[in-house]
Protein backbone atom coordinates (compact mmCIF):
# COMPACT_ATOMS: atom_id res chain seq x y z
CA UNK A 1 0.00 0.00 0.00
CA UNK A 2 1.45 3.86 -1.04
CA UNK A 3 2.05 5.86 2.05
CA UNK A 4 0.55 9.58 0.73
CA UNK A 5 1.89 12.85 1.69
CA UNK A 6 0.44 15.14 3.93
CA UNK A 7 1.10 18.44 4.91
CA UNK A 8 1.57 18.56 8.60
CA UNK A 9 1.94 22.18 10.63
CA UNK A 10 3.46 21.48 14.15
CA UNK A 11 2.72 23.34 17.32
CA UNK A 12 3.77 23.11 21.27
CA UNK A 13 1.94 21.16 23.49
CA UNK A 14 1.58 20.57 27.27
CA UNK A 15 -0.33 17.56 29.10
CA UNK A 16 -1.91 18.21 31.53
CA UNK A 17 -1.71 16.25 35.34
CA UNK A 18 -4.05 13.19 35.66
CA UNK A 19 -6.15 12.64 39.10
CA UNK A 20 -4.38 10.20 40.59
CA UNK A 21 -8.27 8.51 41.91
CA UNK A 22 -9.28 8.31 38.19
CA UNK A 23 -9.21 4.73 36.61
CA UNK A 24 -6.06 3.53 34.87
CA UNK A 25 -6.33 5.20 31.18
CA UNK A 26 -5.13 3.37 27.82
CA UNK A 27 -1.49 3.22 27.79
CA UNK A 28 -0.22 6.24 25.89
CA UNK A 29 2.45 4.73 24.14
CA UNK A 30 0.74 1.67 22.31
CA UNK A 31 2.45 -1.03 20.09
CA UNK A 32 3.24 0.41 17.23
CA UNK A 33 0.98 -0.27 14.38
CA UNK A 34 1.83 -1.15 10.74
CA UNK A 35 3.93 1.15 8.48
CA UNK A 36 0.84 3.22 7.07
CA UNK A 37 -0.76 3.59 10.28
CA UNK A 38 1.57 5.92 11.21
CA UNK A 39 0.48 9.41 13.24
CA UNK A 40 1.14 12.47 10.78
CA UNK A 41 -0.66 14.43 12.98
CA UNK A 42 -0.24 18.05 14.66
CA UNK A 43 2.26 17.57 17.62
CA UNK A 44 -0.27 19.84 19.53
CA UNK A 45 -3.08 17.11 19.26
CA UNK A 46 -0.40 14.02 19.74
CA UNK A 47 2.55 13.60 21.23
CA UNK A 48 5.55 13.19 19.29
CA UNK A 49 6.38 9.31 18.38
CA UNK A 50 2.34 8.06 19.91
CA UNK A 51 0.87 6.11 16.47
CA UNK A 52 -2.44 4.72 16.07
CA UNK A 53 -3.15 1.49 17.26
CA UNK A 54 -5.39 -1.04 15.60
CA UNK A 55 -7.94 -2.64 18.70
CA UNK A 56 -10.07 -4.88 16.57
CA UNK A 57 -10.55 -6.21 12.76
CA UNK A 58 -12.37 -8.42 11.04
CA UNK A 59 -15.29 -6.40 10.40
CA UNK A 60 -17.59 -5.73 6.95
CA UNK A 61 -17.46 -1.90 7.47
CA UNK A 62 -17.30 -0.11 10.74
CA UNK A 63 -18.85 3.30 11.41
CA UNK A 64 -20.63 5.31 14.22
CA UNK A 65 -18.19 4.91 17.31
CA UNK A 66 -19.23 6.02 20.86
CA UNK A 67 -18.13 5.47 24.15
CA UNK A 68 -20.09 4.26 26.90
CA UNK A 69 -18.10 5.29 30.71
CA UNK A 70 -18.44 2.85 33.56
CA UNK A 71 -15.95 3.41 36.09
CA UNK A 72 -16.33 -0.20 37.49
CA UNK A 73 -14.88 -1.66 34.10
CA UNK A 74 -11.48 -2.23 32.47
CA UNK A 75 -10.32 1.11 30.89
CA UNK A 76 -13.41 3.15 32.74
CA UNK A 77 -15.97 1.91 30.00
CA UNK A 78 -16.30 0.28 26.26
CA UNK A 79 -16.43 1.22 23.14
CA UNK A 80 -19.70 0.66 20.84
CA UNK A 81 -19.54 0.57 16.75
CA UNK A 82 -21.27 -0.04 14.14
CA UNK A 83 -20.99 -2.74 11.17
CA UNK A 84 -23.59 -1.47 8.80
CA UNK A 85 -23.44 -4.18 6.59
CA UNK A 86 -23.48 -6.66 9.37
CA UNK A 87 -26.64 -5.05 10.48
CA UNK A 88 -24.80 -5.04 14.21
CA UNK A 89 -23.72 -3.04 16.69
CA UNK A 90 -20.79 -4.55 18.37
CA UNK A 91 -19.08 -4.05 21.72
CA UNK A 92 -15.09 -3.73 22.49
CA UNK A 93 -13.46 -3.55 26.06
CA UNK A 94 -10.36 -2.43 26.99
CA UNK A 95 -7.98 -4.48 28.33
CA UNK A 96 -7.97 -5.74 31.86
CA UNK A 97 -5.32 -3.50 32.65
CA UNK A 98 -7.07 -0.66 30.80
CA UNK A 99 -4.35 -1.03 27.76
CA UNK A 100 -5.23 -0.67 24.42
CA UNK A 101 -4.50 -4.47 23.21
CA UNK A 102 -6.01 -5.73 20.43
CA UNK A 103 -9.38 -7.83 20.85
CA UNK A 104 -12.63 -9.35 19.27
CA UNK A 105 -15.31 -7.26 19.67
CA UNK A 106 -18.86 -8.87 20.39
CA UNK A 107 -22.11 -8.14 19.17
CA UNK A 108 -24.15 -5.63 21.26
CA UNK A 109 -27.05 -5.36 18.92
CA UNK A 110 -28.36 -7.33 16.36
CA UNK A 111 -30.16 -6.63 14.00
CA UNK A 112 -29.43 -2.71 14.44
CA UNK A 113 -31.71 -1.36 11.27
CA UNK A 114 -28.18 -1.53 9.42
CA UNK A 115 -26.95 1.21 12.18
CA UNK A 116 -24.28 3.89 10.70
CA UNK A 117 -24.03 6.73 13.72
CA UNK A 118 -23.97 6.52 17.32
CA UNK A 119 -24.02 8.75 20.03
CA UNK A 120 -25.60 9.41 23.85
CA UNK A 121 -29.35 11.51 24.60
CA UNK A 122 -28.58 13.52 27.75
CA UNK A 123 -29.54 10.60 29.91
CA UNK A 124 -27.06 8.51 28.54
CA UNK A 125 -29.26 6.34 26.03
CA UNK A 126 -27.86 5.28 23.07
CA UNK A 127 -29.32 6.79 19.89
CA UNK A 128 -28.97 4.96 16.76
CA UNK A 129 -29.04 6.88 13.26
CA UNK A 130 -30.29 3.71 11.31
CA UNK A 131 -29.86 3.29 7.15
CA UNK A 132 -32.50 1.47 7.49
CA UNK A 133 -34.51 4.66 7.51
CA UNK A 134 -34.88 5.93 11.44
CA UNK A 135 -33.28 7.47 13.93
CA UNK A 136 -33.92 5.03 17.13
CA UNK A 137 -33.24 5.27 20.94
CA UNK A 138 -32.23 2.25 22.71
CA UNK A 139 -32.92 2.10 26.80
CA UNK A 140 -31.25 -0.35 28.97
CA UNK A 141 -31.02 -3.46 26.44
CA UNK A 142 -34.19 -2.93 25.45
CA UNK A 143 -35.22 -2.97 21.95
CA UNK A 144 -34.62 0.05 19.89
CA UNK A 145 -37.40 2.79 20.31
CA UNK A 146 -37.88 4.93 16.49
CA UNK A 147 -37.85 8.65 17.36
CA UNK A 148 -38.25 9.35 13.98
CA UNK A 149 -38.97 7.93 10.65
CA UNK A 150 -40.59 10.60 8.74
CA UNK A 151 -40.50 14.16 7.50
CA UNK A 152 -43.67 15.65 6.32
CA UNK A 153 -45.05 12.45 6.30
CA UNK A 154 -42.91 11.33 3.73
CA UNK A 155 -39.95 8.01 4.82
CA UNK A 156 -36.62 9.73 5.69
CA UNK A 157 -33.73 8.24 3.54
CA UNK A 158 -30.96 6.97 5.80
CA UNK A 159 -30.06 8.87 8.88
CA UNK A 160 -26.42 9.01 9.11
CA UNK A 161 -24.95 10.83 11.81
CA UNK A 162 -26.22 12.87 14.94
CA UNK A 163 -25.61 14.98 17.91
CA UNK A 164 -26.95 15.96 20.77
CA UNK A 165 -27.32 19.48 22.02
CA UNK A 166 -27.27 19.57 26.39
CA UNK A 167 -30.95 20.37 26.44
CA UNK A 168 -31.80 17.12 24.46
CA UNK A 169 -31.76 18.71 21.05
CA UNK A 170 -31.15 16.01 18.45
CA UNK A 171 -29.34 17.08 15.00
CA UNK A 172 -29.55 14.23 12.67
CA UNK A 173 -28.01 14.14 8.68
CA UNK A 174 -30.11 11.77 6.53
CA UNK A 175 -27.95 11.37 2.84
CA UNK A 176 -29.20 8.28 0.11
CA UNK A 177 -26.72 5.74 1.21
CA UNK A 178 -28.86 3.35 2.64
CA UNK A 179 -31.60 3.77 -0.45
CA UNK A 180 -31.51 0.63 -2.64
CA UNK A 181 -28.76 -1.19 -0.62
CA UNK A 182 -30.50 -2.84 2.31
CA UNK A 183 -32.05 -6.49 1.46
CA UNK A 184 -34.01 -7.33 -1.67
CA UNK A 185 -35.02 -4.16 -3.75
CA UNK A 186 -33.66 -1.88 -1.16
CA UNK A 187 -36.27 1.30 -0.26
CA UNK A 188 -37.68 3.42 -2.19
CA UNK A 189 -36.75 7.38 -1.73
CA UNK A 190 -39.86 9.09 -0.73
CA UNK A 191 -38.18 13.00 -0.53
CA UNK A 192 -36.37 14.56 -3.61
CA UNK A 193 -33.64 15.78 -1.20
CA UNK A 194 -31.19 14.80 1.50
CA UNK A 195 -31.66 17.17 4.42
CA UNK A 196 -29.43 18.11 8.14
CA UNK A 197 -32.73 17.83 10.64
CA UNK A 198 -33.92 18.93 13.82
CA UNK A 199 -35.31 16.93 16.09
CA UNK A 200 -37.28 17.71 19.86
CA UNK A 201 -38.02 16.11 23.04
CA UNK A 202 -41.55 16.50 21.58
CA UNK A 203 -40.90 14.43 18.27
CA UNK A 204 -40.96 17.57 16.23
CA UNK A 205 -39.05 17.37 13.15
CA UNK A 206 -37.87 20.39 11.19
CA UNK A 207 -35.41 20.33 8.40
CA UNK A 208 -32.41 23.10 8.83
CA UNK A 209 -30.38 22.10 5.43
CA UNK A 210 -31.71 20.97 2.19
CA UNK A 211 -29.04 21.84 -0.06
CA UNK A 212 -26.28 19.61 0.61
CA UNK A 213 -26.25 15.86 -2.05
CA UNK A 214 -24.71 13.97 1.28
CA UNK A 215 -25.07 15.80 4.50
CA UNK A 216 -22.55 13.05 6.81
CA UNK A 217 -21.06 13.86 9.94
CA UNK A 218 -21.88 16.77 12.22
CA UNK A 219 -20.92 18.08 15.86
CA UNK A 220 -21.30 21.15 17.77
CA UNK A 221 -18.87 23.46 19.28
CA UNK A 222 -17.83 23.24 22.65
CA UNK A 223 -20.05 26.57 23.57
CA UNK A 224 -23.38 25.12 21.31
CA UNK A 225 -23.01 28.19 19.38
CA UNK A 226 -22.08 26.96 16.14
CA UNK A 227 -22.68 23.47 14.23
CA UNK A 228 -20.50 21.63 11.54
CA UNK A 229 -21.98 19.60 8.87
CA UNK A 230 -19.70 17.28 6.66
CA UNK A 231 -20.62 16.78 3.01
CA UNK A 232 -19.09 13.80 1.93
CA UNK A 233 -19.38 14.09 -1.70
CA UNK A 234 -18.26 17.73 -1.96
CA UNK A 235 -15.37 16.74 0.42
CA UNK A 236 -15.97 19.86 2.87
CA UNK A 237 -17.27 20.96 5.85
CA UNK A 238 -19.45 23.54 6.81
CA UNK A 239 -19.90 25.56 9.94
CA UNK A 240 -23.54 27.29 10.99
CA UNK A 241 -24.67 29.73 13.22
CA UNK A 242 -26.98 27.88 15.94
CA UNK A 243 -30.21 30.31 17.40
CA UNK A 244 -30.77 29.98 21.06
CA UNK A 245 -34.09 27.52 20.20
CA UNK A 246 -31.87 24.98 18.04
CA UNK A 247 -32.56 25.91 14.53
CA UNK A 248 -29.45 27.01 12.09
CA UNK A 249 -28.66 30.34 11.67
CA UNK A 250 -26.10 31.47 8.62
CA UNK A 251 -23.45 28.67 6.67
CA UNK A 252 -20.12 29.53 5.47
CA UNK A 253 -17.34 27.33 4.80
CA UNK A 254 -15.10 26.26 7.35
CA UNK A 255 -13.02 23.43 5.64
CA UNK A 256 -12.08 22.01 2.37
CA UNK A 257 -10.49 18.44 2.67
CA UNK A 258 -8.14 18.36 -0.24
CA UNK A 259 -4.67 16.46 -0.36
CA UNK A 260 -1.60 18.90 -0.37
CA UNK A 261 1.04 16.80 -2.67
CA UNK A 262 1.98 13.63 -3.86
CA UNK A 263 -0.21 11.55 -6.20
CA UNK A 264 -3.62 12.45 -5.34
CA UNK A 265 -2.71 16.54 -4.67
CA UNK A 266 -5.76 18.40 -5.47
CA UNK A 267 -7.71 16.00 -4.90
CA UNK A 268 -10.84 15.58 -2.47
CA UNK A 269 -9.88 13.31 0.94
CA UNK A 270 -14.28 13.38 1.25
CA UNK A 271 -15.63 14.14 4.78
CA UNK A 272 -17.20 11.78 7.11
CA UNK A 273 -17.61 11.81 11.17
CA UNK A 274 -16.67 14.56 12.76
CA UNK A 275 -16.12 15.41 16.58
CA UNK A 276 -14.85 18.58 18.58
CA UNK A 277 -12.35 18.30 21.65
CA UNK A 278 -12.34 20.86 24.85
CA UNK A 279 -9.94 23.44 22.96
CA UNK A 280 -12.62 23.82 19.68
CA UNK A 281 -10.30 21.83 16.99
CA UNK A 282 -12.49 19.76 14.73
CA UNK A 283 -11.61 16.07 13.36
CA UNK A 284 -13.04 15.26 10.63
CA UNK A 285 -12.86 11.12 9.12
CA UNK A 286 -11.54 11.37 5.57
CA UNK A 287 -9.25 9.54 3.36
CA UNK A 288 -5.92 8.45 5.48
CA UNK A 289 -7.68 9.04 8.82
CA UNK A 290 -8.61 12.00 10.56
CA UNK A 291 -8.03 15.19 9.66
CA UNK A 292 -7.77 17.92 12.43
CA UNK A 293 -8.29 21.95 12.30
CA UNK A 294 -8.27 24.53 14.76
CA UNK A 295 -11.41 26.49 15.22
CA UNK A 296 -11.05 29.24 12.73
CA UNK A 297 -10.80 26.24 10.03
CA UNK A 298 -6.97 25.85 9.76
CA UNK A 299 -5.75 22.72 8.46
CA UNK A 300 -2.96 20.98 11.33
CA UNK A 301 -2.74 18.05 9.93
CA UNK A 302 -3.89 14.08 9.67
CA UNK A 303 -3.90 11.46 12.53
CA UNK A 304 -3.00 8.95 9.87
CA UNK A 305 -4.63 4.99 9.67
CA UNK A 306 -4.35 2.88 7.32
CA UNK A 307 -7.42 3.19 4.18
CA UNK A 308 -9.99 5.89 4.84
CA UNK A 309 -11.59 6.88 8.39
CA UNK A 310 -15.42 6.58 8.36
CA UNK A 311 -15.66 7.90 11.86
CA UNK A 312 -14.29 8.91 15.17
CA UNK A 313 -15.17 9.43 18.72
CA UNK A 314 -13.22 10.40 21.93
CA UNK A 315 -13.16 7.76 25.01
CA UNK A 316 -10.86 6.17 28.15
CA UNK A 317 -11.70 7.74 31.60
CA UNK A 318 -10.21 11.23 30.69
CA UNK A 319 -11.85 11.08 27.29
CA UNK A 320 -8.18 11.74 25.54
CA UNK A 321 -8.40 8.19 23.24
CA UNK A 322 -9.79 8.86 19.66
CA UNK A 323 -11.07 6.03 18.50
CA UNK A 324 -11.54 5.81 14.28
CA UNK A 325 -13.17 3.10 12.98
CA UNK A 326 -12.23 3.04 9.03
CA UNK A 327 -12.70 -0.65 6.34
CA UNK A 328 -12.88 -3.44 8.45
CA UNK A 329 -11.10 -1.91 11.47
CA UNK A 330 -11.36 -0.09 14.90
CA UNK A 331 -8.03 2.50 15.77
CA UNK A 332 -7.59 3.79 18.73
CA UNK A 333 -4.66 6.77 19.61
CA UNK A 334 -3.94 8.93 22.89
CA UNK A 335 -4.68 12.80 22.50
CA UNK A 336 -3.39 15.50 24.47
CA UNK A 337 -6.27 17.16 24.96
CA UNK A 338 -9.48 15.73 25.98
CA UNK A 339 -12.49 15.42 23.75
CA UNK A 340 -16.13 16.83 24.54
CA UNK A 341 -17.95 14.24 26.65
CA UNK A 342 -21.05 12.62 25.30
CA UNK A 343 -23.36 13.44 26.54
CA UNK A 344 -22.56 16.85 27.26
CA UNK A 345 -23.72 19.22 30.01
CA UNK A 346 -24.30 22.43 29.77
CA UNK A 347 -22.32 24.79 28.33
CA UNK A 348 -20.63 27.16 30.46
CA UNK A 349 -21.60 31.24 30.39
CA UNK A 350 -19.18 34.01 31.93
CA UNK A 351 -21.70 36.21 34.12
CA UNK A 352 -20.93 40.00 33.91
CA UNK A 353 -19.79 41.56 36.85
Known amino acids: MKRMCLVT ?6 VGAQPTDAPKPPSAEPPKPAADAAVD ?6 ASGVR ?48 LAESKATAWLSPSGHSN ?35 DGKPLNSPNDLCVRSDGLIYFTDPPYGLGRLGPGGRERGLDFCGV ?25 PD ?29 PFAELKFAEGPRAGKSAGADGIRVDEQGHVYVAASGGAWVYDAGGKHLGVIRIEGSATNLCFGGPDRKTLFITGG ?24 DN
Open 9 to 14: VFLAAH
Open 41 to 46: GPSSIV
Open 52 to 99: AQRICTGHRFTEGPVWITDAGAPGGGFLLFSDIPANTIFKWTPAADGT
Open 117 to 151: GLTLDTKGNVLIAQHAGAVARREKLGEPTILADKF
Open 197 to 221: YLLTPDGTVSVQVKDMPTPNGIALS
Open 224 to 252: EKTIYVADTSRGNVRAYAVNPDGTFGAGR
Open 328 to 351: SSVWAVRTLIAGLPTPRPAPKTTK
